[in-house]
């Protein structure tokens, strides 16, 4: 019995099951089911007739050419010790396009049973967060994330939701009570990726809703809905527009940072520094930079915490910065006074790093938004942007930028790109700290900087062309995860680490060459 379920086609189903698993939940899975993928596809007898298939698919050999032009850009790279890590990480680029294009393929059954696997692997990795934050004092939010950065896992996540919608609304196969369940699970993963105060997945799930939405409606027959839905499209996004400008207006303050009641002592009678160079930004409406009496603020604060006022708290930051915001926040005084009007419980936030009273008090959607606009206000007035996870992006984007003019025609190669930014970062003095000092957050600029024009041209062609050989575009898990895929590689390096790499050419590979047959969205195939 065994021994007759072990045959190589199962083996490779369990091994396809094992990386939907390992995508949300487990780079070591990662590996150990993309092993198995590749020693299930070698000891095959038939091993000649498969390489000779693969050969004749040309999006598969097209999707696998990415790997391959970073092997190309060995040739003009000198740091081979770091081009042979980058090759490591990529290794999935070329490897499962070769195992899945010319593995048995899939019923439509078994492929929506996978689907619910991956599903339900990310509400594990879900509950497995949610523990984390229940159970541990968390700083950081979305270091709740436990199995890999939270961006990565937010981008599975946009991915379960989109499959599990067409589960409910579409698919035949599962009964009632089974969909009743699974749009229960979307559902959560859905307040899930509100928690994780993941933006960039909130706004990539957002725009593939969008871009699905008009396909619908353009395809749409029924008049009156099509006119609803439009109205729709239009309004949420002003909406949102509008809610955010309402946020960003609590955060300006009604009078100028000099006006005629500023008062000049302290209760103590000890003068106030209004520093509008230090701190020219607001906080819940209120100048930072008013009423500082640092002298009777750092006794204060010493008498009531073990943490000294010029030491760092539990984030990395200077305690005194942290008290600062903090107290400006709620519309207090930076003197003893308005520590006195402190609990006990918000001297512990700050000594966390709690910088503010709206990330005790508000919900974490509201409150990421709000730390974004303080980012940019800080940024527009200091130039500070190392921690800052927008703004110092766009100093990313500048030596990105710097390197791209330097080698527009054949790129960096692939192993100096690490030490051209580096060197880029010097050159322009910036003020990121080394510590932040990384990449461009931009896979299209990655690509270009480390491969050049042509390179990056070959990667845009090589990221289109196997769909449209295959008229993939019209399969709605394709082209959900497709617009997922190219709307995360705006601000992440996807490819440039293994589960980025990992999730790129699976769940491509998985949806264009694994299936019998296509799961089309409104038209008929």
């Not at 038939?46 to 990415?66: D, G, T, Y």
């Not at 996004?237 to 000049?264: G, N, Q, T, V």
């Not at 106030?272 to 020219?280: A, G, K, R």
């Amino acid at each position: 019995m065994i021994s007759t379920w072990l045959n190589r086609t199962n083996i490779y189903y369990f091994g396809l099951a094992l990386m939907l698993i390992a995508l949300p939940l487990s780079k070591y899975l990662m590996s150990v089911a993309q092993l198995m993928l590749a020693a299930n596809w070698l000891i095959d007898p038939k091993i000649l007739e498969k390489w000779r298939a693969f050969f004749k698919n040309k999006p598969a050999m097209v999707l696998a050419s990415i790997f391959v032009i970073h092997v190309i850009g060995l040739i003009w790279t000198t740091d081979f010790d770091y081009a042979v890590k980058d090759l490591r990480t990529k290794i999935p680029l070329l490897a499962l396009p070769i195992i899945i294009s010319t593995s048995p393929k899939i019923s439509k059954r078994l492929f929506h049973y996978l689907i619910l696997i991956f599903i339900a692997a990310n509400v594990v990795g879900s509950f497995f967060s949610i523990h984390k934050l229940l159970t541990e004092d968390i700083i950081e939010i979305r270091k709740i994330s436990m199995f890999m950065s939270h961006i990565r896992f937010s981008l599975n996540i946009s991915v379960a939701i989109f499959s599990g919608f067409y589960l409910v609304f579409i698919s035949s196969l599962f009964s009632q009570k089974i969909k009743a369940l699974i749009f229960l699970l979307v559902l959560w993963l859905m307040i899930f990726l509100v928690i994780l105060e993941s933006i960039t997945g909130i706004a990539i799930t957002i725009i593939t809703t969008w871009i699905l939405a008009v396909i619908y409606i353009k395809n749409s027959k029924q008049t009156s809905l099509k006119y609803t839905l439009s109205m729709l499209l239009i309004l949420l996004p002003l909406l949102l527009f509008f809610y955010i400008r309402s946020l960003y207006i609590d955060y300006i303050p009604e009078k100028p940072f000099y006006h005629a009641e500023l008062e000049k002592t302290t209760s103590r009678g000890n003068p106030y520094t209004h520093d509008s160079i230090s701190y020219l930004w607001a906080e819940n409406g209120n100048w930072t930079g008013q009423y500082i009496q640092k002298r009777e603020l750092q006794l204060a604060w010493n008498k009531r915490s073990t943490l000294k006022f010029y030491s760092k708290n539990k984030s990395g930051y200077l305690v005194y910065h942290t008290l600062i915001r903090y107290l400006t926040s709620k519309g207090l005084r930076k003197d003893a006074d308005g520590l006195a009007a402190l609990s006990d419980e918000e001297i512990k936030y700050i000594e966390n790093g709690i910088a503010s009273i709206n990330q005790v008090t508000e919900s974490s959607l509201k409150n990421r938004i709000r730390t974004i606009i303080w980012e940019i206000m800080v940024y527009n007035q200091t130039g500070y942007i190392s921690g800052n996870s927008l703004t110092q992006r766009l100093e990313f984007l500048k030596v990105g930028v710097r390197i791209v003019k330097q080698n527009f025609w054949l790129g960096t190669g692939t192993g100096d790109i690490s030490n051209a930014f580096k060197t880029g970062y010097d050159e322009i003095n910036t003020q990121l700290k080394p510590q932040f000092r990384w990449r461009t957050h931009n896979q299209y600029f990655s690509i270009l900087a480390t491969l050049g024009i042509f390179g990056f041209l070959w990667f845009i062609f090589s990221l289109v062309y196997p769909a449209l050989k295959l008229r993939m575009f019209d399969d709605y898990y394709y082209f959900a995860f497709f617009c997922i895929l190219i709307l995360s590689m705006l601000t992440e390096d996807t490819i440039e680490n293994q589960a980025g790499a990992t999730f790129f050419a699976f769940l491509t590979c998985f949806f264009l060459f694994a299936r019998k047959e296509k799961d089309c969205f409104l038209s008929k195939c």
